[in-house]
């Protein structure tokens, strides 16, 4: 893995605050000329240091105050049924993320809603309906204290 300097540590830091930055902007804020930053950013992308670009919509604003944390454990553990999961899990459009767990749990999986009604549904509906799961824990978050998308380096 390539190692990147101070100037490409700073760029992904602006673009992880601010995505809509210009490179204009990010030059300026540097002391440099667009044309190494744009240079820069587009060899950040092409590397896969920069996945991709998007807005972080509000939750509450789009009708979905609700989150719930869904600890799932499976009843057999071999890849086959692993792998069945986790393409259902990736159908459901109500799952925001999945993750494969070590401990005690086997799925993480988090959820924005409408309510609880709707999450009851979507339990009875849905999650209900994949056969290789074992238990199923639901928690709810009463207030978020701390969400950032940005990584710390």
Same mark, same amino acid.
């Given at each position: &893995?390539?190692?990147? /300097?101070?100037? /490409?540590?700073?760029?992904?830091?602006?673009? #992880? =605050?601010?995505?809509?930055?210009?490179?204009?902007?990010?030059?300026? #804020?540097?002391?440099?000329?667009?044309?190494?930053?744009?240079?820069?950013?587009?060899?950040?992308?092409?590397? !896969?240091?920069?996945?991709?670009?998007?807005?972080?919509?509000?939750?509450? &604003?789009?009708?979905?105050?609700?989150?719930?944390?869904?600890?799932?454990?499976?009843?057999?553990? =071999?890849? +086959?049924?692993? /792998?069945?999961?986790? #393409? #259902?899990?990736?159908?459901?459009?109500?799952?925001?993320?999945?993750?494969? &767990?070590? +401990?005690?749990? /086997?799925?993480?999986?988090?959820?924005?809603?409408? +309510?609880?009604?709707?999450? %009851?549904?979507?339990?009875?509906?849905?999650?209900?309906?994949? %056969?290789?799961? !074992?238990?199923?824990?639901?928690?709810?978050?009463?207030?978020?204290?701390? =969400?950032?998308?940005?990584?710390?380096?």
């Amino acid at each position: &893995m390539e190692l990147l /300097d101070e100037t /490409d540590l700073k760029i992904l830091r602006i673009l #992880q =605050n601010d995505a809509k930055k210009t490179t204009k902007d990010i030059a300026k #804020q540097l002391h440099l000329t667009a044309s190494p930053v744009y240079e820069r950013i587009r060899r950040l992308e092409k590397k !896969g240091y920069i996945k991709h670009y998007v807005a972080i919509l509000d939750k509450k &604003m789009l009708n979905r105050p609700v989150t719930a944390i869904c600890m799932v454990s499976l009843r057999y553990h =071999n890849e +086959g049924f692993i /792998d069945t999961f986790e #393409q #259902q899990i990736k159908e459901l459009v109500e799952v925001q993320e999945c993750y494969h &767990m070590a +401990g005690k749990v /086997d799925f993480f999986l988090k959820i924005h809603l409408e +309510g609880l009604e709707e999450y %009851h549904e979507f339990v009875r509906s849905k999650l209900s309906k994949i %056969h290789n799961i !074992g238990v199923l824990e639901s928690y709810f978050v009463l207030k978020e204290v701390h =969400n950032t998308t940005a990584i710390d380096f």
